[in-house]
C-alpha cells in the first residue's frame, strides 16, 4: 500500500513563494496519477492541481493558473507544488493525492477520483 507524506508547508507572507513536496513510499510511483487539493477553515476541499502519470499532461485550478506549477520526480517518489504570489486566501491545509486508475496520460479534478490521501501540511499567508 502507498504512503504520502507531505512536507515543506509553512509561514510566508503575501506574495512570496513556497514549495510543498509529498513522497510516497510502498508501490511504483509511476504508476499513480497525482492531485493536489486544499481545504481551508470552515470552506469545502478543493481541487489546486494534477500531473498524469506520465508527467505530460496538468491540470490546474482557475485561482492558482499562472501562480502554482505542479511536477514530480518519479526517481525521487515525490511530486511537488510550487508556490508562486501567494495569497492570503491561499491559506489551507494542502493534501497530496494518487489514483492509480486515471488513464496514463489524463488528470483528474475530482477528489473522490483519487483513493489515496496523505496527512496534509498546512500552508498559511500572512498580509
Known amino acids: 500500500q502507498v504512503q504520502l507524506v507531505e512536507s515543506g508547508g509553512g509561514l510566508v507572507h503575501t506574495g512570496g513563494s513556497l514549495r510543498v513536496s509529498c513522497a510516497a513510499s510502498?508501490?511504483?510511483?509511476?504508476?499513480?496519477?497525482m492531485g493536489w487539493f486544499r481545504q481551508a477553515p470552515g470552506k469545502e476541499r478543493e481541487f489546486v492541481a494534477a500531473?498524469?502519470?506520465?508527467?505530460?499532461?496538468?491540470d490546474y485550478a482557475d485561482k492558482v493558473k499562472g501562480r502554482f506549477t505542479i511536477s514530480r520526480d518519479n526517481a525521487k517518489n515525490t511530486v511537488y507544488l510550487q508556490m508562486n504570489s501567494l495569497k492570503t486566501e491561499d491559506t489551507a491545509v494542502y493534501y497530496c493525492?494518487?489514483?492509480?486508475?486515471?488513464?496514463?496520460?489524463?488528470?483528474?479534478?475530482?477528489?473522490?477520483?483519487?483513493?489515496?490521501w496523505g496527512q496534509g501540511t498546512q500552508v498559511t499567508v500572512s498580509s
Open positions: 493525492a494518487a489514483a492509480s486508475n486515471i488513464a496514463y496520460y489524463y488528470t483528474s479534478t475530482t477528489a473522490r477520483d483519487y483513493p489515496l
Open positions: 500531473i498524469s502519470r506520465s508527467g505530460t499532461t496538468t
Open positions: 510502498g508501490r511504483t510511483f509511476s504508476s499513480f496519477a
